[in-house]
Structure formats: structure tokens, C-alpha cells
């Protein structure tokens, strides 16, 4: 993983991502916007690198400005299964900064990445300045968790 500069073309693809899936989108003055986007910084990965693993503390949320990635979970010793793929545009990472668990899968880029990186800290700072945020993820978070355990 190696930082990347977060310039104004990805600065301006940060705040396209955030409100086509509307995360932060309503209700944010420019003020917090600029707020936010001091704090979110951008990485490369390669082809094959992995994020983070099921079971590992939860210590950011990640926005994906390029490239396919997947979602597995532990199914015996060594097996796992993958339960989604993520793309361009797609969050993760959400689920273990809401609960405060571990991470409920293993995240593997299949492509060279960019990832837009946040902070837990920032990231639930954020949560509390916007409710209308705070409820939409969790309705994201909620959405995978019900995927995830009942097997699709
Ligand atoms: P977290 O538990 O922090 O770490 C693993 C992440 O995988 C999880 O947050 C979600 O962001 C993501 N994830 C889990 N299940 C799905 C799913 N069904 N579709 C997309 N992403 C998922």
C-alpha cells in the first residue's frame, strides 16, 4: 500500500462518491465538507494486496475510487467464500467502526486499487455531525449483514 497525493481531481471524486451513494451528501455546509475532505487520505494497492482481515480491529472506512475488489469470509480451516465484489464508487469497512467487532470479512483487491481512506475517529466524528449519514450507513451495514448470514 503506498499513500498517494489527494489532489483537487481526487478530492472532486471523493465528494461525486459520497453523494451518489448520498453519504454526507444533505445537509453538509462547505465547511464540513472541507473538514472532511482534510481528513480522508488517498492509497495505491496492487493487484492481490489485502486491505484488511476478518477478525482484525476495525480502524477505518474506505471508499473505492478504482479498481474491483473482494468480499470473503471464513468457512472452515482454510476455506473461504467470497460474498460480494466491490467497485469503483462502493464503500466498506462501515460495519466494524458501527459495532466496535472484529471485521466480519477478509477484503483482497483483484485489481491494482485506489482506495479513499477515513480514520475510525474521523469517521465517527462525522457520524455524529450528521444523523441523516449516521442512518444511511447504517442501513448500508445492515443491508450486508443480512447477506452475509443468510448465505447469499
Ligand atoms: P467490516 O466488518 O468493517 O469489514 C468487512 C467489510 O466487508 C464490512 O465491514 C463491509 O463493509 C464489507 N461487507 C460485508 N458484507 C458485504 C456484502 N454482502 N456486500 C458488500 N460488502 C460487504
Known amino acids: 500500500m503506498n499513500k498517494l497525493q489527494m489532489d483537487d481531481a481526487a478530492q472532486a471524486a471523493f465528494v461525486r462518491i459520497t453523494k451518489r ?8 455546509s462547505t465547511g464540513l465538507m472541507e ?6 487520505k488517498l492509497y495505491a494497492f496492487e493487484a492481490g494486496e489485502r486491505v484488511f482481515r476478518q477478525g482484525q480491529p476495525g480502524d477505518a ?12 469470509v471464513r468457512e ?3 476455506l473461504s467464500r467470497k460474498v460480494a465484489s466491490l467497485k469503483e464508487g462502493d464503500i466498506f469497512g462501515e460495519m466494524a467502526l458501527l459495532d466496535g467487532a ?3 470479512a477478509t477484503v483482497t483487491c483483484e485489481t491494482a486499487c485506489r482506495l479513499f481512506m477515513l480514520r475510525r475517529d474521523d ?3 462525522i457520524l ?4 441523516e449519514f449516521s442512518e444511511q450507513i447504517k442501513l448500508i451495514a445492515s443491508d450486508r449483514f ?5 448465505g447469499n
Do not use: D, H
Open 21 to 28: 451513494i448520498n453519504l454526507f451528501a444533505s445537509g453538509l
Open 35 to 40: 473538514k472532511i475532505l482534510a481528513c480522508v
Open 76 to 78: 472452515a480451516f482454510i
Open 102 to 104: 472484529p471485521r466480519s
Open 128 to 131: 455524529k455531525l450528521n444523523p
Open 123 to 125: 469517521f465517527q466524528a
Open 146 to 150: 443480512f447477506e452475509m448470514t443468510s
Open 61 to 72: 472506512f474506505f471508499a473505492v475510487l478504482e479498481g474491483a475488489l473482494k468480499v470473503s
